[in-house]
């Protein structure tokens, strides 16, 4: 299985592995969403997110997503000619605020694999989020 892409989550100014993937939650719900396609197999779900944490609140703040030109095909199929679809980008999905979207709509937990990123994480940063703002943040070591 090929692993892969994270998402990325920057908090105060640092960069981090997100194994969470919290626009899910709206793709799942909204009217508006675009069908995504997978550009290759590294990236299947066919979009990858930026998100800050700011002010112990969730923040989208871009992403690149490859729309599929017909839903209904099996996107499975022949996924070079996908290659070209065209972007999408944060205003695309969200024209009103181009530049963050607070993530109201997620409530979960987020997941920062800790450790060198080519070995197993030697454990994770945790954090429970409700309607989009952090409630509680710990670290989950790994059982051996």
């Not at 590294?42 to 992403?63: F, K, P, S, T």
């Not at 996107?75 to 999905?93: I, K, N, V």
Request: aromatic share 14%; proline share 8%.
């Amino acid at each position: 299985m090929t692993k892969q892409f994270a998402e990325n989550l920057m908090i105060d100014g640092v960069d981090h592995r997100l194994n969470s993937f919290p626009l899910d939650r709206w793709l799942a719900k909204s009217r508006h969403a675009p069908h995504f396609t997978a550009p290759h197999t590294a990236l299947w779900r066919g979009y990858r997110a930026n998100w800050e944490i700011r002010d112990q609140r969730l923040y989208l703040v871009g992403i690149t997503g490859f729309a599929a030109d017909n839903p209904t095909e099996d996107d499975s199929a022949a996924l070079g000619e996908y290659m070209e679809s065209p972007a999408l980008h944060l205003p695309d999905l969200f024209p009103e605020y181009p530049e963050r979207v607070f993530a109201h709509w997620y409530s979960g937990d987020l997941c920062i694999p800790l450790g060198d990123p080519a070995l197993p994480p030697t454990g994770y940063k945790m954090f429970d989020v409700y309607k989009g703002v952090i409630t509680r943040q710990w670290i989950k070591e790994n059982e051996t």
